[in-house]
Structure formats: C-alpha cells, structure tokens
C-alpha cells in the first residue's frame, strides 16, 4: 500500500553524516566570558590594540543587551557563562604553514567531510579556508589568488596583516550596536574568512569557507568581511557541520559584504550544523546576522543559502541598496524536520534610486519543524522606481508541522512597485501515489517532488555545490515516508 | 495474467466491491463499464496499490503472485501502469526526469543497467512524435498548466515509455474532446500486443469505439452483473444501466 499520513509521520529518522567526533589536543579557555576572558582571546590572537578596544566597547554595550524574543522560536535561555570562547587544535609555534604542520586528525576530519585540504584532490577551482572551532587552520591556493590581486585569507590574520582594510570596513555593515548576537559577536568571534577583490578583478576561481564544530560546550563566534571594490566579482560558498551531541551549541556568527559600484558578490550558503536528534535533543542554535552593502552604483549582491541543519536557525541575510540601480538577491531554501525550528528570511533596504530586489523562499516543513519566513521590504523616501518582487512557498510533508509567514512592507516612496506572493501546499497522497505507481520508492517520490519545489533557488546555486545541496535535501529528508 | 477471485473490498466499514471474478489473458482488452458509484475506480486503484482501500477476502493473482502484497511501486516495476482519471501535477520535476527515473526504477527492478542518455533521448523522442506531442511538453514540469487533452496523452506517453504489461485505463476517455480522444486511443492500440492486456474503466461507450475491447464488464453495486462482447457496450448505450441495476435488484 502506498504512504498515508500517518505513515508519513511515523517514518521520519535521519542519521546525521557528519556528527563524528575528532579526538584532538586542543587549548580551550575554561568556560566564562568577561574582560579578562577578552584581553585573554585578543591575546592569543595576537591582535593589533585597536581590535581589543573594538571588543571591549562591544562587549560593554552588549551587557546592556537582551536577548531577542521577537522570533517564532522557543529555547531555554542560554547560560553564556557556561560556554568556551577559545578552542583551538594544538599549534607549533604561530600556526601551520604548510600542510604538513597540520595536525593529521584535523585533516582527517576534513577529508572525511569530503574536503580534502590537499590542493591536489580539491575541486579544480574552488579554494577553501577551513575553520576548526573557533581558529582557521588552512587556507588553499593562496597563491594562485594572491597573484591576482585577491586577497584570502583568515580574518585572524587579515586583522594583523591589513590593519587598514580592517579598520575601514570592520563593523561598516553591522556595527557592534545592531542586534544582541552581532553584539556578541563583535566581542568574542574568533575567526573567520576575509576577503578582498581589488578593482576590476574578477576573482579567478570559487571561494568557500568550511567551518567545523568539534570541541564540546565551546561556542563558534565566526566573522567573515568580504569587499568587492569597483567592477569586481566574487562567487563565495560557506559549508558548515558539527558532531551530534546531546546539548544545545552556540553559533552566533556575524558576515559582512560589501560591494562597490559595479561590484558583484555571490555569496552561497549550505548549512547543514547538527539538528538534534529525533527528540529534539542537541543540536546547533544557529543565530547569525548577514548583511550586504551595495555601497556602489550599479552593484550587485545574491545571497542563496540552503539551509537544512541546526536545532534552531534565525538568520536574515540583507541587502542595503544604497547606490543607484543597486540588486539585491536573497534566494532560499530552509528545511525544518523533527523538533528543528527556522526563522529565516531577509531585509531589502531600498535607499538608492531603481534599486531592485528579489526574494525567493521556499519552506519545506516535516516531522514536527517549524518553518517560518519573515521578511522586510523597506522602500525609502530616496528610492525613487525601486522594485520589490517576492515569492515566498512552503511545503509541508506530513501533518505534525507549521509553515508561517510574515512579511513586512514598508513604502515610502510613491514610485515603488512591491509585489509579494505566497502558497502552502502540501506533498498529496495523490502526488506519492503518482510516482509510486510509475515505479518510485516513496522516498525518492519525495525527494524528487522536495527538489522540484526548490528548483528556483538550486539553480543559483555554483554548479557543483546544487549538487551537493540536492543531495542533502535528500538526506535530510530521508525516512520522512513509508 | 491477472486472476481476481471473489474480491471484497472495502473503504472504511462500507463495503464497495462484493465478490468479484475476473480473468484476463494475455493480450485480451477488458473493458469495465458501469453507472457512476459501481466501484470501477476501487478496482482500478485497489488493482494498482492505492491506499485507504481493504480487501476483506478474496485475492487477486497477477502473473501467479499475489499482487495485494506488493507495494505500489514494486507493482508498477513487475509490470502494472494505471493511467491516471486525474493525473497530479509535480511543479518543477521536469517531465523527461520523471520519466527517466521511472524507467531506470524499472529496468533496475529487473536488473537490467541504466539507459544510457542518448538512447533515453531517442526512445523518447520517437514515442512524443507516435502520440503528436510537441517535444517542448518533455521540458515543463510535470502536468503542470496542462490542459485535460495534454494530460491524458501525458499518461500515455508514460505507459508507451514504461512498456507495462498490465494497463489500467482508469476514465481515460474523461474530459477529452474527439480529437484528443482519437490521438489517446491511436497511442493505446499502438501498444496492443500478445503480451500486454488492459483493463479499461470507462462510463461511456464512445472510447469504446476507438479501441475494441474482446469483452465487457457491467459493474453495478460492487458486481460484475453482466459480461459480453463489444455488442454489449452498444446494448448499454441503447438501454443505460439501469436495467441492469433492477435485473440485479431483482435477483
């Protein structure tokens, strides 16, 4: 017999890939966060004066902070003084400087996530910088990149390397004083990627990022500036997973992107942190704030995330489109199973004249999750023409799940034209039944129908990486039907 | 090739099928006729694996298996294709994807290696011309803003592609207009073989007179009450059903 509901209900387990666990010495700070634990982690950093006074000021105001609980997402308050703010693999002296300083384990659980660090093996055409809790520890055809102009590099070692570049941008986007996490952030983060294109460059291969949780009560603090001067592009790709353990991690990371005029910025995301296990057990809190700048005229800035793991997701990757004829992208697909909770959308801030934006989100809720899109399109008073087009979907795959969605529009200017759309289906008997009955499992009937409604958005996804994101849509959603 | 004895079936506690008996060979046309509510769709879904239906006694062979223990898609791999009355649309599953993975399901199933892509193409592309398809169908999405005519032969352009050797047309004849249903009926007869037999469900005649059934069901409240020769459909059109309807009442 085909898959009814009920069926569909009770068939929803999962094993997570990547919830292994390297074994590693590491220096980890004892769990605590006050100014001694600050000049602590610019220390070990290494970092330049001006840093640790930015951290400080951050860390001062964000004791006057709450914690946000205007999103559609229900967790125990967090203890931040039961958290590590510093774990790192065990260095020689500064820090690698070629693989084979690297701590083989490190490489191993890299290889093992199918990133190989060994430029050899990788993808013709992407470089990576792999970051292992809260540090960077390799960083791949540096020098391919750097006899183009671009610089790559982790934000540990741009903060010491390119003071100037760091003072200008650092916080321009999301200052220290935006929101409780950038807050945070601001304070404490550890690394991340920079990454600079000089003017007219078109940056010579795919750029990405690996970030890894592995120690146990730290949090990951990353921060990742990217800037496109004028009439350059970048095409960036952030991948992310953790071990399964039982209680709740902190990922409170803050990126910041800035394009010039005639700049473009790609920036793609495939997040798939530990989502707890079957219960609702565990899991990442994956509370980031992404914000682009199109600072130039006629810049550009997609933001495509793909977005299936972590216990709780509250992001809103943004575009400020500042200049003239400014375009700002948000493209999304965020998949909700078992007790996973998602609040995810985007802000389109239209300040420049014929600015345009499009925002596609597509929800896809099983098990017991919660998928809710919220979105803001501001038009300003300046933004005389802007356009606005939305289209927001959900699928739900069972009956134990919520699909929600709160759009917010603001118009001030009488040129405007915002358009929004909405639809909830749902996977129908009907639809599973079709497929079974042309010779499909059900699971590849859902599977396949799953990637269909999320056709849109995989293909702005860099082709190899639609790939990987298919594949973990299917993934994800494996056992969700009998 | 298919052997149904004594089949009840029931949705819920109302029982829908009372005991039927049917056999068909290989090669053989059978069509099912009868008033709206008689359980021809039951049988056409209960013969292809659909759920929310019970069979509380009786069994149903298919190729000497007991097709009432296989899942849907292991029927739809030995073999069984039912053309949908109302066929779902896949929004963003391309057609030729569905197809493909349909058929390589299939060939898999009977371990035979995937088709290999040029040969999908070909095979494709011959079958779209046999049913006068316009190749672009192949690239929308699954039935998607296809009109009832485009649908229709969507099903058939499946069954031509899947080569099922049990066919259950379940209303194929519904909201078709006359061209598409003589474009529908010229694709069914050219899938007529020794090896391949069909059960179409139909309420009217007129497919009928496309495609020549060997024999004819009248199923009237879960019955067959009546079984025949192509002559019967014309009887039917002539008298309607509800002199069959009071024939049984009365006996």
Known sequence: MSASTQEIN????????????????????????????????????????????????????????????????????????????YSAPKRKEDGPKSLDEIDPQVLEAYK????????????????????????????????????AGVIFCPISEALRDHPDLIKQYLGSVVPHTDNYFAALNAAVFTDGSFVYIPKGVRCPMELSTYFRINAANTGQFERTLIIADEGSHV????????????????????????????????????????????????????????RADCRGDNSKVSWTQVETGSAITWKYPSCILTGDNAVGEFYSV???????????????????????????????SAGKGQNTYRGLVKVLKSAAYARNYTQCDSLLVGDKCG????????????????????????????QLFFCQQRGLSAEDAVSMIVNGFCKAVFKELPMEFAVEAQALLGLSLEGSVG | MLTIKNLHVNVGDKPILKGINLQINPGEIHA???????????????????????????????????????APEIRAREGVFLAFQYPVEIPGVSNIYLLKAALNAIRKHQGLSEVDAMDFLTLVKGKVRLLEMDEK???????????GGEKKRNEILQMAILEPRLCILDETDSGLDIDALKIVSEGVNSLRSPDRSFV?????????????????????????????????????EEKGYSWLESDQVAA
């Open chain 1, 403 to 430: 699909a929600h969605t709160f759009p917010y529009v603001e118009v001030k200017q009488p040129s405007a034209q915002v358009e929004h759309e909405a639809t909830t289906s749902k996977i129908s008997e009907d």
């Open chain 2, 32 to 70: 099912i006729m009868g008033p709206n509510g008689s359980g021809k769709s039951t049988l056409a879904h209960i013969l292809s694996g659909k759920s929310g239906y019970t069979v509380t006694a009786g069994s149903v062979a298919y190729n000497n298996k007991d097709l009432i223990d296989m």
């Open chain 1, 334 to 364: 965020a998949l909700t199973n078992n007790y996973q909770q998602a609040d995810t959308g985007t802000k389109m801030i239209h300040i420049g004249k014929n600015t345009r934006s499009t925002i596609i989100s597509k929800g896809i």
């Open chain 1, 235 to 290: 095409s960036y790709l952030e991948g992310c997973t953790a071990p399964m353990r039982d209680e709740n991690q902190l990922h409170a990371a803050v990126v910041e992107l800035v394009a010039m005029k005639d700049a473009t910025i790609k920036y793609s995301t495939v997040q798939n942190w530990y989502p707890g296990d079957k219960e609702g057990k565990g899991g990442i809190y994956n509370f980031v704030t992404k």
């Open chain 2, 137 to 147: 169908f192949l690239y929308r999405a699954v039935n998607e803003g296809f009109s």
């Open chain 2, 200 to 236: 179409m469900v139909t309420h009217y005649q007129r497919l009928l007179d496309y495609i020549k059934p060997d024999f004819v069901h009248v199923l009237a409240n879960g019955q067959i009450v009546k079984s025949g020769g192509p002559e019967l459909a014309l009887e039917l």
């Open chain 1, 10 to 85: 009770n068939l929803i387990n999962q094993d997570y890939k990547q919830g292994f666990v390297t074994v590693l010495e590491t220096e980890t700070f004892a769990p605590g966060l006050d100014e001694e634990v600050i000049h602590r982690l610019s220390k070990v950093k290494n970092e330049p004066e001006f840093m640790l006074e930015y951290r400080l000021k951050a860390f001062r105001h964000w004791q006057t902070m709450r914690s946000p609980e205007w999103a559609f997402v229900k967790f125990d308050p967090i203890d931040y003084q039961a958290i590590s703010y």
């Open chain 1, 112 to 147: 093992k996530l199918g990133i190989p660090l060994d430029e050899q093996e990788r993808l013709a055409g992407v470089a990576v910088d792999a970051v292992f809790d809260s540090v960077s520890v390799a960083t791949t055809f540096k020098g391919k990149l750097k006899d």
